[in-house]
């Protein structure tokens, strides 16, 4: 089993920056790729970015790239997004999840949320 648990989330102006920050435990030497997700009301969960543990690789929704960081701490088992130039539409519950050794091809563990709000 992995443990996460997002934080960092607040309200805070167009334009402005915020650093989300997501900490797994248990299992986490199976830990193959964390992602950072978001949700908004009346809209679908959609990718924001992912980091594969072992390589650092990264990747980004057209949405963020260019605006957000996804970074990691391994000794704190961490990883983070950082999100510049932030815009209301980029309001959302954002979460955290991981793809482990036994689940390669699905995020199998989910955070609870940390709500994020842009106001114009």
């Known amino acids: 089993q992995v443990q996460l648990v997002e934080s960092g989330g607040k309200l805070v102006q167009a334009g402005g920056s915020l650093r989300l920050s997501c900490a797994a435990s248990g299992r986490t030497f199976s830990i193959y790729v964390l992602g950072w997700f978001r949700q908004a009301p009346g809209k679908e969960r959609e990718f924001v970015a992912a980091?594969?543990?072992?390589?650092?690789?990264?990747n980004y929704a057209d949405s963020v790239r260019g605006r957000f960081i996804i970074s990691r701490d391994n000794a704190r088992n961490t990883v983070y997004l950082q999100m510049d130039s932030l815009k209301p539409e980029d309001t959302a519950v954002y979460y955290c999840?991981?793809?482990?050794?036994?689940?390669?091809?699905?995020?199998?563990?989910w955070g609870q949320g940390t709500q994020v709000t842009v106001s114009s």
């Open positions: 980091l594969t543990w072992s390589t650092g690789g990264t």
């Open positions: 999840a991981a793809r482990t050794l036994n689940s390669l091809d699905e995020y199998a563990y």
